[in-house]
């Protein structure tokens, strides 16, 4: 079965740049989570969707971040502009549904160096 | 409020020996706790989780891990470890009231295998 797909995988641009990271949930999961990892700060929950809804933005770092789920099989989140300190791994991850025993299942994240 | 943490953020072990990795959490509600873990380059893979029932859960690769509620621990041990276990570990607790399965991470452990 196919997990969560990223894409892409690295990215480097140069800061004022717009970057936009891409994620196909599991089929047939309706939760899909945002996350940013770096040796600093962990791992950083950004935001979170339910039925293509956001439920929780409350951990998105500043308006230059925006996250939108069009449909059940796409996500995307934007950074716009693009600033050095926002290099980090970025992970997607989904659930079948919001019930907490529910694990979530992550993809291979986008590595974005902002030069 | 959630919080887990875990103790010890590297652990070095040596091929074949017991593997205890530590996590204790809060929670004001019954917890649900999973582990994870990253290998070099990798999303988080679920290794077990605990919602209810036994407290002893088995995971893959050979872990398991037992829940004490009077202990508020959730420690993941591996009998005999193996080279192929080196890896970052992530305790994580869901279950807060309207948080669905939003998880709070602890910091993670990083397992080193030595011969």
């Known amino acids: 079965d196919a997990g969560v797909i990223q894409s892409p995988r690295h990215e480097v641009t140069e800061m004022g740049q717009e970057v936009t990271l891409r994620c196909k949930p599991i089929?047939?999961?309706?939760?899909l989570f945002w996350y940013r990892q770096t040796m600093m700060r962990g791992l950083e929950l950004l935001i979170y969707?339910?039925?293509?809804?956001?439920?929780?933005d409350s951990g998105m770092p500043e308006d230059r971040f925006s996250a939108k789920m069009p449909n059940a099989s796409f996500s995307t989140l934007k950074i716009q502009p693009s600033e050095p300190r926002d290099s980090a791994v970025y992970f997607c991850?989904?659930?079948?549904?919001?019930?907490?025993?529910?694990?979530?299942?992550f993809g291979d994240g986008t590595r974005l160096s902002i030069l | 409020a959630q919080s887990v943490t875990q103790l010890g953020s590297h652990v070095s072990v040596s091929e074949g020996a017991l593997v205890l990795l530590r996590c204790n959490y809060s929670?004001?509600?019954?917890?649900?706790l999973f582990w994870y873990v990253q290998y070099p380059n990798q999303g988080l893979q679920l290794l077990l989780k605990?919602?209810?029932?036994?407290?002893l859960v088995k995971g893959i690769n050979g872990f398991e891990a037992e829940f004490k509620k009077s202990e508020t621990s959730f420690h993941l041990t591996k009998p005999s470890a193996h080279m192929s276990d080196a890896a970052e570990y992530f305790c994580a607790v869901s279950g807060l009231t309207g948080g669905g399965n939003k998880l709070t991470f602890g910091t993670g452990t990083q397992l080193k295998v030595e011969l």
């Open positions: 991850a989904s659930s079948p549904s919001r019930q907490p025993n529910q694990p979530q299942h």
């Open positions: 089929s047939g999961h309706n939760s």
């Open positions: 969707f339910n039925n293509n809804v956001p439920i929780d």
């Open positions: 929670s004001s509600v019954p917890p649900y």
């Open positions: 605990y919602t209810t029932g036994a407290t």
